[in-house]
DNA sequence: CCTTGGTCGTTTGTCAGACAAACCGCTGGC
DNA sequence: GCCAGCGGTTTGTCTGACAAACGACCAAGG
């Protein structure tokens, strides 16, 4: 064999990382396990080592292994995580994943001016109009979010209309299959609140029950804003996680 | 020049990386600048092109960079960050970084018998013992975060006595100092509740102030845990943020 | 004039082979 | 019994090369 071309678009890196995260979760390879030699191992797989070296870099950044020269490379035990906030799922996958049943209430979209806010946060200019979308999603039926969504009308390309489909999917997955719009990071700022009047009724419950209200905004690859949501989540209905890197590799983040 | 060497212990892709970072932090990099040529970078950083691709990966991988094949790469644009829980700070550091003088306050040290939870968490046998300190850190003199750590006694090498360090200094740096025990990442878990009487004492708040409860345990590098802490934050003293990886580029967690 | 198709240079992705450095276990000398 | 040295193993880095994708340019055809 010589050169190893792509079926699809993906690189044969990435492609080697997501297989080897497999075996890591499938259990295949467990914690403890110590993998064959690079050289070996990338003939195992059929890629150079190179290759196979860029897989594993990712998979030690993400704390799957530990390389150590002269001895070689192992598993790394990681605990188990049930909810955890570094992937960005969205509310129906998080719904499903605690195991029941997700659904959607009480559509609402209008197009209107964005305000400042908006317009700071998606970086639109004066007068630009949004798309805003209100949902309230359930689990076995009972409200357990309460989301305002807002995106610029220009990302719409004119179909306002296909928006129609959210009550059925999710939010990326349609900006992503009838728009071509794909999220790649998103950042949330969340902190607890008490429900105001409107929340209140829209997930009914008294006023002043405890919700954690997430703010996030959603870019592209290019780091533009796409999307602007407000969640407001029933605080006993979920439990957040975030694995934090470091202290010792610090992942600093730019300033600026 | 020919070899490479390491003055200290680090990796050379790890400090290419480092060093890309600094350069995109402050500016010298702005967001839609088109680095060289990667042979042509890796000769004006003096190390090997695969080096400077490790470390290129590991940037692409955080957002930092986008790669495409026959263009070339470009510097992202990100949204500055003000408390991103990504990185596992300490609460003095991010006290700090707000821009208020951290303090401690109120401190208490016991060593008694594990609980169950404890036990389960931090992976110790029935019988175990643990050092708990408890804590009311302070912004300007204010109470906001009130905190309680337990550590295996085994830990602390039978030296338990060093923990009255904890007053002046941050958990990490003194286990790292002290105890040559280095924390490689840690799990979060929060959820909204109010104060109880217990913790509004100890913030000086009235019975049924909002708060933000975090229970997280670190790790170290071989996935073994170290720390166990709970800590009760002031919900109008702080503002979390998390970057979420994907849609897109899914970082899959092993689920087992 | 505008469109369409191909050509070519640029740049990242992958491959191959080699040496250097660090770690581990073993062994011999004291 | 302990420590220093030695060699094998394995990751880290270097060098050089080809393949694949993308953009810009240019020529032919309508």
Redesign the interface.
């Given at each position: 064999m010589r050169r190893n071309p792509r079926s699809d678009g993906a690189r044969l890196?990435?492609l080697a990382r997501?297989r080897l995260?497999?075996r890591?979760?499938?259990?295949e390879l467990a914690?403890g396990t110590k993998l064959p030699p690079e050289p070996e191992f990338a003939a195992e797989l059929g890629i150079a080592r190179?290759t196979l070296?860029?897989a594993l870099?990712?998979l030690e950044?993400?704390?799957?292994i530990?390389r150590t020269r002269g001895v070689g490379t192992v598993v790394?035990?990681?605990?188990?995580?049930t909810n955890?906030?570094?992937?960005?799922?969205?509310v129906t996958e998080a719904i499903w994943a605690a195991g029941h049943e997700p659904g959607t209430e009480a559509v609402r979209i209008v197009t209107r001016a964005a305000d400042e806010h908006e317009r700071q946060l998606l970086r639109l200019p004066e007068g630009a109009s949004v798309a805003v979308i209100e949902r309230t999603r359930t689990a076995d039926g009972r409200p357990v979010v309460f989301s305002r969504d807002a995106l610029s009308s220009d990302l719409l390309l004119g179909r306002p209309d296909q928006l129609r489909g959210l009550a059925a999917e999710s939010t990326?997955e349609l900006l992503?299959r009838r728009y071509g719009l794909?999220?790649?990071?998103?950042?949330?700022?969340?902190?607890?609140?008490?429900a105001d009047r409107e929340v209140a009724r829209h997930l009914r419950v008294t006023r002043g029950a405890?919700?954690?209200y997430v703010r996030?905004?959603d870019?592209d690859?290019?780091?533009?804003p796409l999307l602007l949501s407000h969640e407001y989540h029933l605080?006993e209905a979920?439990?957040?996680?975030?694995?934090?890197?470091?202290?010792?590799?610090?992942?600093?983040?730019?300033?600026?």
């Open positions: 890196s990435s997501e995260v497999e890591i979760a499938s259990g914690p190179s070296r860029e870099r990712s950044e993400d704390g799957f530990t790394t035990s990681r605990t188990r995580l955890n906030l570094d992937v960005n799922f969205s990326y992503e794909t999220v790649h990071h998103g950042i949330a700022t969340f902190r607890p609140m008490k405890l919700l954690l996030q905004v870019y690859e290019n780091g533009l605080a979920f439990e957040f996680t975030v694995v934090r890197r470091g202290p010792g590799r610090r992942a600093a983040s730019p300033s600026q």
